[in-house]
C-alpha cells in the first residue's frame, strides 16, 4: 500500500519521501534511527563536554542580543544559568527565539556544545518551558535519515502514525521453533521497540531480534546460490596440463609461496568435477594476474574458451595486453571486446567467438550480452568483485554449460569476514608480496605543509614521473569546507603547476571520457591527474611515483590504502602524502597506521577497529543486498549464529519446501531483488 495514505502523509509529504526511497508503507516501517539521543538525563552547565549534545534545565538570565555581521546572516545569543555555570545558547538566522525568551523563564534546552574564549555556547538547541510534557525531551529520541524539507519530528509523528495503523498486520517470517529457541522477540515488539525504545536493552533486544532475521535471510540466500552451484549439474574436469610447467619456467620471476598455494588450490578445484567458485583475494601488487593466465591457460590447453570481465574499459585492456603477451606464443588467442569498438569489428569477434575461433575473450559487462555466445565456455573470471553484483556473476557464469567461476578481488578483508561476505564461494587468499616490491613511502601532514608536498611533486615530475592528486568530492558542498575535484584542478592549473599539463577526472564523467583520459595519463601526456576516488581500481602507471591525498581524514583506511596501490608500479621510489585536515585525535591514529605498514590486511583490521565499517565496506560494493539494520561488523556475533542457524536448516530442507519457511521463501527472493535466478526452490 502507498505511503501517501499514512495518517500526516498525503501527496506532498509522500513526494519528499519517496526521495529517501520510502515509497510503501512497509518502507516506513522498516525506515530506521540512524541513532538515538538519551534526552532523560539533565546534565549541569559544569558538566558539559565539548562537542557532545546535551539537554539542561536553565534560567534566562539576561535579555537576548541579535547581531547580523553580514547581509543574509543573523546571530542570536541568549544568556542563561544554572546553579554551576553561565552559558548563552546560540541560534542562527532563528531571531524570533528573542522575542519568545524572557528573563526569569525557566527553560529545558536541547543542544550541540561548543567551548571557546567567550565561555560555553550551545548551538541551536530545542527548548521546551521546565514545566510542560514535550515530546521531544524526557525520552530515548529516534534520530531519522533525512532529507530535504523533512524534519525529524515529522518523521516521528508518521512513524508513530504508520506504527499504530499497521503493526499488526506486519507478519513474523521467523518460524516459532527459531524464535523460542533463540529468545528472540516478536516482530511487533522488535519494531515498536527499535523506532522508540525506552532505555538501551529494549533497544539492544529489538536489535537482536530484527539483526538477526536480516542476516538469516541474506545467509540463506547465500548459500542456496552456493549449493546450486555445488549441487545442479557436475562441473568440468580439466586435464592436468604439463606445458604449464614449461610456462612457469620462462617466468621472468618466481611464484612466491603464497602465489604457489593458490595456483594448487585452484588446479584441484579444475581437476575435479565439481564447479569452481572461487574468491582469490589479494593486496594491492600480489600478483593476482599472473595466477589468472595461469588459470586460462589451464583451460584453453584443455580445449576450452576463457573470459575475463573487468569493471573498466581501461582495465580490461590492461589485462588484455598482460594476456596476450604472456599467451601468444603458446598459439593461444585472445582477443578484447569492450564497448567501444566498432560494429564490424564487434560482429567479426563475435562470430569467431562462437565459432571458437578466440580462445580467450577479456572485457567490461559487454561480455555478458546476450548477443555474445561461446562455442565451449570453459573458465569464467571477473575482477574487482565488488563493483559487479551477484547477478553480473551469475549471467557471467550462465553463457557455458556450468564453467569454472574465479573471481578476483584487491579488497583486504579479515577472513572470518570474508568467508561470510563472500558466502556463495570458496576463498583463496595471496598474503605476500613478490620480493623486491619497493615500499611506498607514506607521510602524513597538515594543512601548513601542502606548499612543500606540491614543490615535492613538481620536483618528481621534472625528474620524469607522473602524479596524482587525490580528493573527496566532484563538486563543492557549501556544508563542508573540502576542496572538490574541479575547483582544485582549476585551482592547481593555475597557481601550483602552470607550467606542467594537468588531466580530471570523477564518477560524472561519461566513460568514453574517463577512458580518454586515463589513456592520456598512460602514455604521459599528462603529467598530473587531479582526481577523485574512481582511480581506487585503475590502470597501471608505472611511472606514477607519487600521490598526494586531500583531506585524507575523509577516507577510510582501507581506501586510503587501495589508492595508495596505484603508485609503487615501477621501479621507482614512491611517495604516497596524505594531507590531514582533522585534529581529531581518532584521525590521527589512522594516519600513524597508514605511515607505519604496507599491508592492507592489517590495514582493513585497524580500519573496524578504529571506526567500525565505514562506507568503505558497505554491502553493496559487495554486490550484497543492502542491509537495513543489522552491520556485518558489529553484529559479528548474530551473524555467525545466523550462519549456523542456516546451514541447519538447509541441512534438513535444501530448497525450504517447508510450509513453515514459506515467509522466509518470500523474504530471501526479495532480499536478492526478486531476479536470480541462481536461488533455487525446486
Known amino acids: 500500500m502507498s505511503v501517501q495514505y499514512v495518517k500526516g502523509v498525503g501527496p506532498k509529504r509522500a513526494k519528499k519521501l519517496n526521495r529517501i526511497n520510502i515509497e510503501t508503507v512497509n518502507d516506513l516501517i522498516y525506515y530506521f534511527p540512524r541513532t538515538y539521543e538519551d534526552r532523560r538525563t539533565i546534565k549541569k552547565i559544569i558538566d558539559c563536554q565539548e562537542g557532545e549534545k546535551a539537554t539542561l534545565k536553565v534560567l534566562v538570565c539576561g535579555d537576548s542580543a541579535v547581531n547580523r555581521p553580514r547581509k543574509g546572516l543573523t546571530i542570536t545569543k541568549v544568556p542563561v544559568r544554572d546553579d554551576t555555570g553561565f552559558a548563552y545558547l546560540v541560534w542562527f538566522n532563528q531571531e524570533y527565539f528573542a522575542k519568545r525568551l524572557k528573563k526569569g523563564q525557566t527553560i529545558k534546552v536541547n543542544g550541540k556544545v561548543k567551548k571557546n574564549f567567550k565561555g560555553l555556547e550551545i548551538y541551536n538547541p530545542e527548548i521546551t518551558t521546565a514545566d510542560k510534557f514535550d515530546n521531544r525531551f524526557d525520552r530515548v529520541l529516534p534520530i531519522y535519515p533525512l532529507t530535504e524539507k523533512l524534519t525529524n519530528n515529522e518523521m516521528i509523528k508518521l512513524i508513530s502514525n504508520v506504527l499504530k495503523e499497521y503493526i499488526d498486520l506486519v507478519e513474523d517470517v521467523l518460524p516459532e521453533d527459531i524464535i523460542k529457541n533463540f529468545n528472540l522477540w516478536s516482530i511487533k515488539d522488535a519494531l515498536l521497540n527499535i523506532h522508540f525504545p525506552t532505555d538501551r536493552e529494549s533497544y539492544t533486544k529489538a536489535k537482536e531480534r530484527l539483526a538477526f532475521e536480516e542476516l538469516l535471510i541474506l545467509q540463506l540466500g547465500l548459500l542456496m546460490i552456493k549449493n546450486k552451484y555445488n549441487i545442479e549439474k557436475s562441473g568440468i574436469k580439466f586435464k592436468k596440463v604439463q606445458e604449464i610447467n614449461e610456462f612457469l619456467s620462462k617466468l621472468p620471476f618466481e611464484l612466491t609461496n603464497a602465489?604457489?598455494?593458490?595456483?594448487?588450490?585452484?588446479?584441484?578445484?579444475?581437476?575435479?568435477?565439481?564447479?569452481?567458485n572461487r574468491l582469490v583475494q589479494g593486496d594491492v601488487g600480489s600478483g593476482k594476474t599472473i595466477i589468472a593466465i595461469l588459470a586460462i591457460f589451464k583451460a584453453v590447453k584443455s580445449g576450452y574458451q576463457a573470459v575475463m570481465m573487468a569493471p573498466t574499459e581501461i582495465l580490461a585492456r590492461q589485462h588484455y595486453e598482460s594476456i596476450n603477451e604472456m599467451l601468444s606464443e603458446y598459439d593461444i588467442k585472445c582477443e578484447l571486446l569492450v564497448g567501444s569498438i566498432t560494429n564490424s569489428k564487434k560482429k567479426e569477434i563475435l562470430r569467431?567467438?562462437?565459432?571458437?575461433?578466440?580462445?580467450?575473450?577479456?572485457?567490461?559487462?559487454?561480455?555478458?550480452?546476450?548477443?555474445?555466445?561461446?562455442?565451449?565456455?570453459?573458465?569464467?573470471?571477473?575482477?574487482?568483485?565488488?563493483?559487479?553484483?551477484?547477478?553480473q556473476r551469475a549471467a557471467l557464469s550462465l553463457k557455458g554449460e556450468n564453467p569454472d567461476v574465479l573471481v578476483m578481488t584487491a579488497t583486504p578483508i579479515p577472513r572470518t569476514l570474508a568467508l561470510i561476505l563472500y558466502g556463495d564461494l570458496d576463498i583463496s587468499i595471496i598474503d605476500e608480496l613478490p620480493p623486491g616490491r619497493k615500499k611506498v613511502e607514506t607521510y602524513a601532514i597538515n594543512n601548513n605543509m601542502k606548499l612543500r608536498a606540491y614543490n615535492f611533486v613538481k620536483k618528481q615530475v621534472k625528474e620524469g614521473r607522473q602524479g596524482y592528486i587525490v580528493c573527496p568530492l566532484v563538486e563543492e558542498s557549501d556544508s563542508m569546507n573540502i576542496q572538490s575535484a574541479t575547483e582544485l584542478y582549476e585551482k592547481l592549473s593555475k597557481e601550483y603547476f602552470a607550467d606542467l599539463k594537468l588531466g580530471l577526472l570523477h564518477g560524472k564523467m561519461k566513460a568514453k571520457e574517463k577512458d580518454e583520459v586515463m589513456n592520456k595519463f598512460k602514455n604521459g601526456d599528462i603529467d598530473i591527474l587531479v582526481s577523485t576516488t574512481v582511480i581506487e581500481v585503475g590502470?597501471?602507471?608505472?611511472?606514477a611515483n607519487i600521490m598526494v591525498i586531500e583531506n585524507a581524514e575523509r577516507f577510510g583506511l582501507a581506501q586510503l590504502h587501495q589508492l595508495r596501490g596505484r603508485v609503487g608500479r615501477g621501479n621507482y621510489q614512491s611517495y604516497c602524502i596524505l594531507i590531514n585536515e582533522s585534529k581529531n585525535k581518532v584521525a590521527r591514529e589512522r594516519m600513524r597506521i597508514m605511515e607505519r605498514t604496507n599491508n592492507g590486511f592489517i590495514i582493513s583490521e585497524k580500519d573496524l577497529e578504529l571506526r567500525g565499517p565505514g562506507e568503505f565496506f558497505g554491502t553493496r560494493q559487495h554486490g550484497l543486498p543492502d542491509l537495513k539494520i543489522a552491520n556485518i561488523f558489529a553484529d559479528m556475533r548474530i551473524l555467525k549464529m545466523a550462519q549456523k542457524v542456516a546451514n541447519k536448516i538447509l541441512e534438513r530442507d535444501p530448497h525450504l519446501q517447508d510450509n513453515k519457511y514459506k515467509k522466509l521463501r518470500n523474504k530471501i527472493t526479495n532480499m536478492f531483488d526478486s531476479k536470480i535466478e541462481d536461488i533455487s526452490f525446486n
Do not use: C, W
Open 259 to 276: 602465489q604457489k598455494r593458490v595456483l594448487k588450490e585452484i588446479s584441484k578445484d579444475m581437476e575435479s568435477d565439481k564447479t569452481m
Open 539 to 543: 590502470v597501471n602507471v608505472p611511472n
Open 352 to 391: 569467431k567467438i562462437r565459432n571458437g575461433e578466440i580462445d580467450v575473450i577479456v572485457g567490461t559487462h559487454a561480455v555478458i550480452q546476450n548477443n555474445v555466445e561461446f562455442n565451449r565456455l570453459g573458465l569464467a573470471i571477473t575482477d574487482e568483485q565488488h563493483r559487479f553484483g551477484v547477478r
